[in-house]
């Protein structure tokens, strides 16, 4: 079955860069969407198609996908960049697929 | 503004029935994909299922499929996710969310969600 791998927790300070991995067999091929969930919140999305922010989101969040690893980079995190972060894939050919999640801790 | 309201949280016994609802309002109801999304105490997202609300084909996950029934009410602009008998295993909250369309490009994520509803399921 497909799976897409994420790091359990990732730890970054104040100010500095935090990147958070979504690995899987392939996914350069396909569009990966993140989604941050804050504790006791929904999740909201912040990168879609790759490396397209939403309306309202910070141009601090990006994103990359090349060959087996997508990858949500945060630049000047902050405190309330704190939360759960998640990897998504669906395209016409498969069911929704989420990454196991990522907890990003703000040192 | 796009917005989906779910119901209220819900607190039941083993074996009881239940349904749930997603109220959402600001866009034409029958054009988006509505998703059911579980999340279990302490753990991550996954994915039930999804209705198409314009002519009701649904998609369920294997995991999912003839434990969960997605419906949706064209009339009220509403979905819903109900089960007809719960197990203590189904305690967990419950997101539903709205795929994105761009024009007639349906779109691989959910851009918008439900605040959810935590289902309590305990004897």
């Known amino acids: 079955s497909h799976v897409l791998t994420q790091p359990p927790s990732v730890s970054v300070a104040p100010g500095q860069t935090a990147r958070i991995t979504c690995g899987g067999n392939n996914i350069g091929l396909k569009y990966v969407h993140w989604y941050q969930q804050k504790p006791g919140q929904a999740p909201v999305l912040v990168v879609y198609?790759?490396?397209d922010r939403p309306s309202g989101i910070p141009e601090r969040f990006s994103g990359s996908n090349s060959g087996t690893t997508a990858t949500l980079t945060i630049s000047r995190v902050e405190a309330g960049d704190e939360a759960d972060y998640y990897c998504?894939?669906?395209?016409?050919?498969?069911?929704?697929?989420f990454g196991g999640g990522t907890k990003l801790s703000v040192l | 503004e796009v917005q989906l309201v779910q119901s209220g949280a819900e607190v039941k016994k083993p074996g009881e029935s239940l349904k749930i609802s997603c109220q959402t309002s600001g866009y034409s109801f029958t054009s988006n994909w509505i998703g059911w999304v579980r999340q279990m105490p302490g753990k991550g997202l996954e994915w039930m299922g999804v209705i198409y609300p314009g002519d009701s084909d649904t998609r369920y996950s294997p995991s999912f499929q003839g434990h969960v029934t997605i419906s949706a009410d064209k009339s009220i602009s509403t979905a819903y996710l109900q089960w007809t008998s719960l197990k203590a295993s189904d305690t967990a909250t419950y997101y539903c969310?709205?795929?994105?369309?761009?024009?007639?490009?349906?779109?691989?994520?959910?851009?918008?969600w439900g605040q959810g509803t935590l289902v309590t399921v305990s004897s």
């Open positions: 969310a709205r795929r994105a369309v761009w024009g007639v490009i349906i779109t691989g994520y959910f851009d918008t």
């Open positions: 998504q894939v669906w395209d016409n050919n498969s069911d929704p697929l």
């Open positions: 198609d790759d490396s």
